[in-house]
């Protein structure tokens, strides 16, 4: 067969000056997972659920549907709990990540809307370290605290060497933004681990005595993802700022009323993904 060179060049002209058909576009966003807007107004585009099991990690109350993420956090998950698992010999029970389309939860959370939250209980749970527990022993798993019955310190008992290097060894992490515990587990961290850089990360907050809660920062190219605004790393959060938390008598302030509830703006983006309209390259 002779070759043609004019349909040759012709070819070579259209393989460079070609604009994508646009059904490439839609597959791309297709499989593309997005976190879109804040950590407390926000939503994921095609959220990927985490597995429900693995070295060193079980998820728990599956039938809350709340083990969607984006791919950073399972990657995150995942190797953290390889990590506990070889390190320590540990096991991460995972509570809520995430809906399938992020955004609102109708109850506790008011972050958790992007897949970049998860919470993870400090439980090692001793029936978890030997096997996989079944649906239905993941059903009835709660975090249980690990503060003394009058609220003014750790309960050794319920306390373990174990949880501190898990939380140090989470926080080190360079994906990881901040970890929120209650302000009484970051004093003990501070008394125990003086002067260390990634005590910067953990801030303290009401709640968080049962489990931690990891927020990763937006991934790269996340253009629709919105930071928070960096922490200081040259304050480890251990001065006057906890101080500031407790009252005389060793108990944590109580939480200031703010009123009714005031939802944030969510992105323009999040209505379609919510509402279950949202078609991969369709505007919104
Ligand atoms: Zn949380």
Redesign the pocket.
Known sequence: MSRNPNLSLFIILLSIFAVPYPGDAIAAEAAVTESIGSYAAGCIRNAVPIPVSGEGFQVIRLSRGRYYANPETTEYITSLAKDISEKLGGILLI??VAQRTGGPMYD??S??QTGL???ILFWQHPIALKRQLTITERAHIFPQSVLNSDQTGIDDFKWDVKIEEIIKIAASDKRVDRI?VNPIIKRRLCQTHPGEKWLGKLRPWYG?DG?F?VRLKCPPGGALCETQEPLNMFDDGCGSDLDGWFRPDGRIKSQPRTGKATHAKLPDECIPILNGTYQPGRPY
Request: proline share 0%.
């Open positions: 509570g809520d506790e959370h972050s958790h939250d998860a919470d929120f968080h489990h809660h």
